[in-house]
């Protein structure tokens, strides 16, 4: 069980939004997703939560008790001063503005109330805790090695990424001490290096959707292919944007975790990611966030998405929608429609449909016989919708079942 997550999140500005708080769980770290519709604040939000978490890489909570203190205990002194010891009452507004700029540095826009906060500083200096933030830009920008390089594996890395880079470059490394492992007979340290490669071949799998996928180490250009049948080989510098993506996360947070981890990959953090699907098929969003929660477990992740794929795609978050400043803690039995009128404000149905929608009801409506011409109307637009890129929807075949029925009624009292 994680012993330091996020309990509440505590909104002061945030663009429009002002004072008032997101209440997550006091005694499970679970997972947040904001979403809403565009303009909603999605992304200041999480650069909010970001700003408040760089205090962790300098400072620690502590110290931002102390700030306050200062604050309040030099306001006392310069009401209780003499007004007319100008040089007295100056450093007493000095060393107010001072400690307030440092306050407000890292919780002008969002505060945070973290469980055993006051630990974080010091575990992130032991590399037993992560902070990390990517934005919706992301993309992965992995060296190629020219030849053999020990990567040094540091304990505390930025928010903004610092360890990825290297990843191709480790692979190496580790691959060329299994080898040498093995022609040493160290075959402990051979074996447990393959199943970690094992391990990441079979994630691959399920990332690139691909059973038969491969990773191969290219030895003569000390670099690490993946093979797919029917395809050209391709290394992992050459991903497409949706892979690349998924990639820069990965990466990232492996390399973080690669120094202080046991088994698994399940050193405790807090990771923000703004529009986690960005650039991925449908298929990858409906299973990006579960592979990553799962990937790592003891790590918190706080995002944001558009896709209703993503947001039916687990159960054990707080989905807060900051447009209508609402908490849902269960998308998984939402239909994808719902949650797009709903809840992303989008309306799923394109132009076209409805206006033929609009156009079969307004006929079917007519008080008077339709004509010939407005039957033969009635029946194309009826196969249109029957076979519209949108009849798989539940809601548009129930609206048009609705305006058959009221014409089948009228029929009928004829």
């Known amino acids: 069980m994680n012993q330091h997550f996020i309990r509440n999140i505590e909104v002061k500005k945030v663009r429009h939004h002002k004072n008032f708080s997101i209440h997550i769980d006091d005694t499970y770290p679970k997972h947040v997703i904001f979403t809403g519709k565009n303009g909603s604040g999605k992304t200041s939000l999480l650069e909010g939560?970001?700003?408040?978490?760089?205090?962790?890489?300098?400072?620690?909570?502590?110290?931002?008790?102390?700030?306050?203190?200062?604050?309040?205990?030099?306001?006392?002194?310069?009401?209780?001063?003499?007004?007319?010891?100008?040089?007295?009452?100056?450093?007493?507004?000095?060393?107010?503005?001072f400690f307030s700029d440092q306050i407000d540095q890292f919780c002008k826009k969002v505060e945070l109330d973290i469980k055993n906060a006051h630990e974080i500083h010091?575990?992130?200096?032991?590399?037993?805790?992560?902070?990390?933030?990517?934005?919706?830009t992301r993309t992965s920008s992995m060296l190629t090695p020219n030849g053999v390089e020990k990567v040094s594996l540091t304990k505390k890395y930025p928010i903004q990424r610092g360890a990825?880079?290297?990843?191709?470059?480790?692979?190496?490394?580790?691959?060329?001490?299994?080898?040498?492992?093995?022609?040493?007979?160290d075959l402990d340290t051979a074996n447990r290096l393959d199943e970690w490669f094992s391990y990441i071949e079979y994630n691959l799998k399920y990332i690139f959707e691909n059973d038969d996928l491969t990773l191969h180490f290219d030895y003569k250009n000390y670099n690490f292919l993946i093979l797919e049948p029917n395809k050209e080989p391709y290394d992992l510098t050459r991903l497409s944007?949706?892979?690349?993506?998924?990639?820069?996360?990965?990466?990232?947070?492996?390399?973080?975790?690669?120094?202080?981890?046991t088994n698994l990959y399940d050193v405790e953090g807090i990771v923000i990611i703004d529009e986690i699907e960005a650039h991925l098929h449908v298929s990858l969003q409906k299973k990006i966030f579960k592979f990553l929660t799962d990937f790592f477990p003891k790590v918190q992740f706080i995002i944001s998405t558009h896709s209703p794929f993503v947001l039916s795609s687990v159960n054990d978050?707080?989905?807060?929608?900051?447009?209508?400043?609402?908490?849902?803690?269960?998308?998984?039995?939402?239909s994808y429609e719902a949650i797009v009128e709903d809840f992303l404000?989008?309306?799923?149905?394109?132009?076209?449909?409805?206006?033929?929608?609009?156009?079969?009801e307004n006929?079917?409506?007519?008080?008077?016989?339709?004509?010939?011409?407005?039957?033969?109307k009635v029946q194309k637009i009826s196969t249109y919708l029957d076979n519209a890129p949108d009849a798989h929807s539940n809601e548009l075949k129930l609206k048009k079942s609705y305006i058959d029925l009221k014409r089948i009624l009228r029929e009928d009292t004829i």
Do not use: C
Request: charged share 25%.
């Open 49 to 97: 939560v970001k700003s408040f978490l760089e205090l962790f890489d300098q400072y620690s909570i502590p110290a931002l008790s102390e700030w306050r203190d200062m604050v309040r205990y030099n306001e006392k002194s310069l009401n209780e001063a003499d007004p007319s010891n100008v040089y007295l009452t100056d450093q007493f507004r000095n060393q107010i503005t």
């Open 122 to 136: 010091h575990l992130l200096e032991e590399g037993k805790f992560l902070i990390a933030y990517f934005n919706a």
């Open 164 to 185: 990825g880079d290297v990843f191709i470059k480790y692979l190496v490394d580790l691959k060329t001490q299994a080898m040498f492992a093995r022609q040493e007979g």
């Open 241 to 261: 944007s949706g892979f690349s993506s998924i990639f820069s996360i990965l990466a990232e947070l492996i390399m973080r975790m690669e120094s202080s981890r």
């Open 317 to 334: 978050a707080i989905i807060y929608d900051l447009y209508e400043k609402e908490s849902y803690e269960d998308f998984s039995n939402y």
């Open 345 to 360: 404000g989008v309306d799923q149905y394109s132009s076209i449909v409805k206006d033929n929608l609009t156009e079969y």
């Open 363 to 376: 006929l079917i409506n007519k008080s008077s016989s339709l004509t010939q011409e407005e039957e033969e």
